[in-house]
């Protein structure tokens, strides 16, 4: 088989091997597709060299069909189409004990932490498959773990119907966001710069507003009456963004941290004290999450087909990267057979 290795900043190399050997408790999924997202540009780009070892194999948001079955197995078949839920927990940490297993104080990142899915068989337990609604296809089905971050996004931020909600930055998880909040009955809003992003989210039926032209905060004001946003997402991870994030949200309204902010940010806390504010972060997602996705990708929800930009074969990785970094996509997608 082949597969794609990260061997270190900004190099990609294709390999020819044969596929691990399956262990207990595991599944071999034939890959179909894996998208490319802002983490593993990250690893791309040598930022996360701390982390991960080198050669790795990264990619976790994919789908697939089961392959093969490792001893123990139960409840699945070869042939079934899956994704896989890229987590794994130690269940003994506080956090686990907690029941918060998703963010387990020790936890493994599949296709970060431990091999992932750029490679045309893997192996993974069986407990981090999940199951893929009936007649939604593959190439769709790559975008249900993305789509899982914005519903736990949406779902922890407690977000109603008929709520007025702000998102902070029109990349693809800033687009879906918009997308799921919509789709819960929200009005919602995207503030993005780049116009070309702006213009994408708009073409996706999306409510726009450039903060570099207008003033963001006098702009929410009238939309909400004077009260301000009830919600607020934060997905830019730009520090003039978090500033002025607090602007923007009403009274005993929330502001959801998303972006990953690799360095301390200025944070208006005069504001957060003046309106009580709530801050919450929203970090991956739980099995609910993921399920929830699933049927918002097989029932249309998500518009899949307008977020993909292209589809690239797996020896063409490297210089996917090189688009993804140049802004040219919203969602790349590697196919694992093409030929």
Request: hydrophobic share 50%.
């Amino acid at each position: 088989m082949f597969a794609v290795n990260y061997v270190g900043s900004r190099t990609m190399a294709l390999e020819e091997r044969e596929p691990a050997d399956l262990r207990a408790g595991e599944v071999r999924i034939a890959v179909a597709y894996v998208g490319l997202c802002g983490t593993d540009l990250h690893v791309f780009h040598g930022d996360m060299d701390a982390r991960v070892s080198t050669p790795a194999t990264i990619g976790h948001e994919m789908s697939g069909t089961i392959a093969a079955l490792g001893p123990g197995v139960e409840g699945w078949s070869i042939g079934d189409p899956v994704t896989v839920m890229p987590l794994v927990w130690d269940g003994t940490c506080p956090a686990c004990r907690a029941g918060n297993q998703h963010i387990c104080q020790h936890l493994d990142f599949i296709g970060i932490d431990s091999p992932g899915a750029l490679q045309q068989f893997w192996n993974v337990p069986a407990a981090t498959l999940v199951r893929l609604p009936s007649g939604v296809s593959l190439r769709d089905a790559a975008l249900v773990e993305p789509v899982a971050v914005a519903v736990h996004d949406v779902r922890r931020s407690e977000l109603a119907a008929g709520d007025k909600a702000v998102v902070i930055g029109a990349g693809p998880i800033g687009v879906l966001i918009a997308t799921v909040a919509a789709a819960l009955g929200a009005e919602v809003v995207v503030a993005e710069i780049d116009p070309a992003r702006r213009a994408s989210a708009a073409e996706l039926g999306l409510t726009t507003v450039d903060p570099s032209s207008v003033d963001q905060a006098a702009w929410v004001e009238e939309w909400t009456g004077g009260a301000g946003a009830d919600v607020v997402f934060e997905v830019s991870g730009a520090a003039a963004a978090v500033r002025g994030a607090t602007d923007l949200v009403k009274v005993r309204g929330t502001l959801v941290v998303v972006a990953i902010h690799p360095q301390p940010r200025p944070l208006d806390l005069h504001r957060v004290f003046w309106r009580e504010l709530r801050i919450l972060g929203a970090r991956v997602y739980q099995r609910a999450d993921f399920e929830r996705a699933a049927e918002l990708v097989a029932d249309g929800t998500i518009p899949a087909a307008k977020l993909v930009t292209g589809v690239v074969p797996l020896a063409e990785v490297q210089s996917a990267f090189g688009v993804l970094e140049a802004g040219q996509a919203m969602k790349l997608l590697v196919e694992l057979n093409a030929s």
